[in-house]
């Protein structure tokens, strides 16, 4: 599970070298649409800064695209209760993918580590003051609004405006500490004019600058202003996020521009009233969250473009190159983000918690009185020597099995230690016969770790705490094991175990494998049904083996909210084992609903699926004569 410190991180590193490669994209993609309007290339910047956020969000998460995921080459898995065998070289596709990770290793407890969070923490607060204080100066300038009427020239421009640009409830007024024209709200639009515009500005600047606010309103600029800085906020350290922002600003003016040459003012004198708004205007202009006519700094742009009449392309052409170039973009996007880089923080293993070195005492010195003194005499210090006096990962895994049948609750600690210890070992039987038997004796394959959680498991309430606790290990082997473990518990009475459905429904979505299909395995084992929806949902899963194990654990559920995902994952899942699982599940829901996707699978290429399915029609409907 991702602490926040790692989300953290992962989203400063990759977002230093994601957001150049996603800017380069869409600066060839804006490229393209040169002769296209304006707010073609506007849009295409919205969604440039959109994905600079989303990609290194989704890269921290650990999320990748799908269509790379399905291209993983897995063996087959027999039965969700039966792990994946390893090759002969004596590892599993998972094992070679993690060979293959990005991970890198960090101590979160650096100083150096500590110390980049905090300036990050800092410099989102000092964002946040300064989006603050723009929100303030934006209220300040609307409290200056005079209640003096406009002149009646002014009066005339404004509602002549509203009348071309079909709006309605736009107020324009005045004040004297509006050093430009600017526009604000949402629902109710305010266009607020200087003073000095209405009294010295000519009838044609006035339309001019009046015209261009009211296209601002019509385009909802404001709200999308206000939705790009959000989106910029966690982003806004890296110097591009600037460079992004001043294009979609830039474009936004253009387009507005081009509104308003369209239905209001001739070109050349709507170039020549800009100017002259300049010159009537007080600048620079303190940063507030209003939009105004001299966004983006691309005054001298704005005229020359308006001065050249270079023709643009038609409404038709334009948007397919603009579609084009948004797809383009998002491909390009997603293939950036499957090179995503994790930092990972380093796991706190203890040589002596797992591996000691093999050291006896000689045998005079056990009858030392000073040594027998100091060695505490608990049946607990015994345990934990017997767990811990070898190197041998098979005498370990031995050790956590005489703990477990011993049904030794005071082991509980170190058994809890020994759930990362992922080390493969020879299978041997430990719970053959007795009180209890588990249901599975190996999950991914034996070790240390897996006879720790078997050991665990058999203590039932006793250990259920501290396994609820190791959910959110940040090592995917301990989470695995203990998820593992939850499901296998014994000695609990129906509904005990209710307290796990939270966090095992959280793990669903690790982004190790092995840890959703043994969270996927225990709530299958505890038939919560508030688990059916996000079991439905991971039958999704881009790994085959968690969704099959989702299959399995909504058969064990048998809510028939889960009918139509099941349906869908029968009749369109790439991997027969899914299918095939899926037909079992829906054999057990026994729901009327399941048919007609039941009937469809008969003729399934795959003879396992069609029996399946042909089995679980006559448990739904048993009459005959219908095949």
């Not at 990972?344 to 000691?356: E, F, N």
Request: net charge neutral; with cysteine; glycine share 4%.
């Amino acid at each position: 599970m991702i602490t926040t410190g790692e989300f953290v991180l992962n989203l400063l590193l990759n977002s230093l070298w994601q957001i150049p490669a996603i800017f380069i994209v869409a600066l060839l993609g804006a490229f393209t649409l040169q002769k296209c309007p304006a707010r073609y290339r506007h849009t295409v910047w919205i969604l440039t800064l959109a994905l600079c956020l989303i990609v290194p969000v989704a890269s921290a998460g650990g999320l990748r695209p799908v269509f790379l995921s399905r291209a993983e080459v897995t063996p087959t898995l027999s039965s969700p209760t039966i792990g994946v065998s390893a090759d002969d070289d004596g590892t599993t596709p998972l094992e070679r993918s993690h060979q293959r990770s990005r991970q890198i290793p960090i101590d979160s407890s650096s100083k150096l580590i500590q110390l980049a969070l905090a300036g990050y923490a800092l410099f989102l607060l000092l964002c946040g003051v300064r989006l603050v204080r723009q929100w303030a100066r934006k209220m300040r300038l609307e409290a200056s609004v005079t209640g003096v009427g406009l002149p009646d020239r002014v009066e005339t421009t404004a509602m002549y405006c509203q009348t071309l640009f079909q709006l309605r409830r736009v107020h324009v007024v005045s004040s004297e500490f509006a050093p430009i024209p600017c526009t604000s709200g949402v629902r109710r639009p305010l266009i607020i004019l200087p003073e000095s515009f209405c009294q010295n500005g000519t009838d044609e600047t006035l339309l001019s600058v009046i015209a261009h606010e009211m296209a601002h309103v019509q385009r909802g600029d404001f709200l999308t202003k206000f939705i790009c800085e959000l989106i910029s906020l966690p982003i806004s350290f890296h110097p591009i996020t600037y460079f992004i922002k001043q294009q979609i600003e830039r474009e936004r003016e253009l387009s507005c521009d081009e509104l308003v040459t369209a239905r209001a003012v001739l070109p050349d004198r709507y170039a020549r009233s800009l100017l002259a708004a300049a010159d009537l205007a007080i600048l620079p202009v303190p940063q507030t969250s209003a939009l105004s006519v001299f966004d983006g700094f691309a005054l001298e742009k704005r005229i020359r473009r308006l001065i050249q009449k270079q023709k643009l392309w038609g409404r038709s052409a334009s948007r397919t190159i603009t579609v084009v170039a948004i797809a383009a973009v998002c491909v390009s996007t997603l293939a950036i983000s499957a090179f995503a880089i994790e930092f990972r923080a380093k796991l706190d293993m203890v040589a002596s918690d797992i591996a000691p070195a093999n050291r006896q005492a000689p045998a005079n010195e056990t009858k030392n009185p000073e040594t027998m003194r100091a060695q505490p005499q608990t049946r607990n210090h015994l345990q934990s020597n017997s767990l811990q006096e070898s190197n041998s990962p098979q005498e370990r895994a031995q050790a956590a099995c005489t703990a477990g049948r011993k049904r030794d609750v005071e082991a509980i600690p170190m058994l809890v230690a020994m759930l990362i210890d992922d080390t493969k070992i020879e299978a041997f039987p430990c719970w053959d016969s007795g009180r209890w038997t588990p249901a599975l004796d190996t999950f991914k394959h034996p070790s240390p770790g897996e006879q720790a959680a078997l050991a665990l498991a058999s203590m039932g309430r006793d250990a259920f705490p501290v396994l609820v606790d190791q959910l959110d290990n940040s090592n995917a082997t301990a989470r695995r094991n203990a998820a593992w473990a939850v499901g296998e518990l014994t000695n609990m009475i129906p509904g005990e175990r209710s307290g796990a459905t939270t966090k095992l429904v959280f793990l669903l979505n690790d982004g190790d494998v092995w840890v959703r299909m043994a969270a996927a395995r225990a709530l299958g084992e505890l038939r919560d049904l508030r688990a059916t929806e996000s079991l439905s949902a991971m039958l999704l899963d881009p790994d085959w083996r968690a969704r099959q194990m989702a299959a399995w654990a909504l058969s064990e559920l048998k809510d028939e909210r889960a009918v139509k995902a099941l349906g869908n994952a029968l009749v369109s899942d790439a991997r027969a084992e899914v299918r095939r699982d899926a037909a079992a599940a829906l054999g057990e829901i026994r729901s009327a609903d399941g048919l007609p996707y039941l009937r469809q699978a008969i003729n399934d290429p795959e003879s396992s699926v069609s029996a399946k399915a042909r089995w679980a029609i006559s448990e739904i409907d048993d009459t005959d004569g219908l095949f």
